[in-house]
T-cell receptor, first 113, second 112 residues
Framework: DGGITQSPKYLFRKEGQNVTLSCEQN?????MYWYRQDPGQGLRLIYYSQIVNDFQKGDIAEGYSVSREKKESFPLTVTSAQKNPTAFYLCASRRTGDQETQYFGPGTRLLVL | LAKTTQPISMDSYEGQEVNITCSHN???????ITWYQQFPSQGPRFIIQ???TKVTNEVASLFIPADRKSSTLSLPRVSLSDTAVYYC?????????????FGAGTILRVKS
């Protein structure tokens, strides 16, 4: 059963703490993406990666970091520099060369304690 | 990147056909038009994609006029479960099609 998984479903962060959101896909897709969604808003691109060991900043990368050591995995770290991290985080993947069809995970909701 | 404009919200009743129009006046030659559906607290789901004329699948139809400056998503005989946010996106396929811009979308409310 192929797809994208994100964990955890809910995550709580204390002030000054770094937290890491997991994203795994078994679709053999080359490109992966992280988006942030605030209530009533659309999705905003944080980071994306077209290939292993390579990634680019999106529109709102400040306060976030990523790694792409394996094709299947694209974890997102929300650092203490991100002052307003409360949001719904969505991971997506796309097969390179495909028309712009992204496949999204179920999301992680991050809350600040 | 081409900017899109959609209605903020629409109301409909079960069994009706719903048409959501999206404007994208600055669409580029290599851009495709894609629609996604999102339910609360879930990731968006691909509905349909097209380049020109008409595309139909088991879920919806997409109508694109010759000038491609707009597109219309048509949902036949909606049900309560079609209540969701619908996003229209315009982006280039392939290597450079990495940045999709999701606007606020259209909130569709289907009533019984």
């Amino acid at each position: 059963d192929g797809g994208i998984t994100q964990s955890p479903k809910y995550l709580f962060r204390k002030e000054g703490q770094n937290v890491t959101l997991s994203c795994e896909q078994n679709l053999n897709h080359d490109a992966m993406y992280w988006y942030r969604q605030d209530p009533g808003q659309g999705l905003r691109l944080i980071y994306y990666s077209q290939i292993v060991n390579d990634f680019q900043k999106g529109d709102i990368a400040e306060g976030y970091s990523v790694s792409r050591e394996k094709k299947e995995s694209f974890p997102l770290t929300v650092t203490s520099a991100q002052k307003n991290p409360t949001a719904f985080y969505l991971c997506a993947s796309r097969r390179t060369g495909d028309q712009e069809t992204q496949y999204f995970g179920p999301g992680t909701r991050l809350l600040v304690l | 990147l081409a900017k899109t404009t959609q209605p903020i919200s629409m109301d409909s009743y079960e069994g009706q056909e719903v048409n959501i129009t999206c404007s994208h006046n600055n669409i580029a030659t290599n851009d495709y038009i894609t629609w996604y559906q999102q339910f609360p607290s879930q990731g968006p789901r691909f509905i349909i994609q097209g380049y020109k004329t008409k595309v139909t699948n088991e879920v919806a139809s997409l109508f694109i006029p010759a000038d491609r400056k707009s597109s219309t998503l048509s949902l036949p005989r909606v049900s309560l479960s079609d209540t969701a946010v619908y996003y229209c996106l315009v982006g280039e396929a392939g290597e450079y099609g990495n940045k999709l811009v999701f606007g606020a979308g259209t909130i569709l409310r289907v009533k019984s």
